[in-house]
């Protein structure tokens, strides 16, 4: 029997990353942000509550590193999730290299991206920032004899809302569109 919830979201967990960016002045903040989705092959959709700090920023300066979150890193993930960038200086909790987009980009985390912004879509509450991804770095030691990821080596942290916990993606089920080759009714 289905239980009707109301207009509640029930497509969590998804991924944790830390969005990286330099202020007017040159000064490194970060922000924890889980409300992250894909927009095609090239692009990504950033949802950030209008009264984080980060949103000026990003609107001034039309450049993000997202940066993917590993076990290692959340402590001072959910650190720079829970405290402002206008009051704290957030610039030294991670180890960080400045990418080609002149943004920083985590040396712990095994992928960052580097974005450009593209456009935003603004709800009641929100900015929906939609950004073009325009450089991918990923570490060696998490790609597999192909090239491609190797998600037993890489465990992203993903968010999940109605508990609000961090959970490590678990283990393989099956390869898409190979699966279903296999279905019958």
């Known amino acids: 029997m289905w239980k009707n919830l109301g207009p509640l979201v029930a497509l969590y967990p998804t991924p944790v990353v830390v969005v990286g960016m330099l202020d007017e002045y040159e000064k490194v903040n970060w922000i924890n942000i889980a409300h992250v989705g894909i927009i095609g092959n090239d692009s990504l959709m950033l949802s950030i509550h209008k009264n984080h700090f980060s949103n000026e920023i ?3 300066k039309y450049a993000v590193s997202i940066n993917m979150v590993t ?4 402590e001072a993930s959910d650190f ?4 402002s960038g206008r009051k704290v200086d957030k610039s030294n909790v991670f180890e960080y290299t400045i990418g ?3 943004v920083p980009m985590i040396n712990l985390s095994p992928i960052v991206m580097e974005c450009e912004l593209i456009d935003n879509y603004e709800t009641k509450e929100h ?10 770095h990923i570490k060696s ?6 090239g491609n990821i190797d998600y037993n080596i890489f465990k992203p942290i993903l968010f999940e809302m109605s508990t609000k916990s961090y959970y490590k993606l678990g283990e393989k089920v099956g390869n898409c569109w190979k ?3 296999n279905f019958s009714k």
């Open 58 to 60: 990003i609107k001034d």
């Open 71 to 74: 076990e290692n890193m959340i």
């Open 80 to 83: 720079v999730g829970i405290v």
């Open 100 to 102: 080609i987009k002149n």
């Open 127 to 136: 900015n929906q920032y939609i950004l073009k991804v325009r450089h991918t």
């Open 141 to 146: 030691e998490i790609l597999d004899i192909n």
């Open 179 to 181: 699966i279903g080759e």
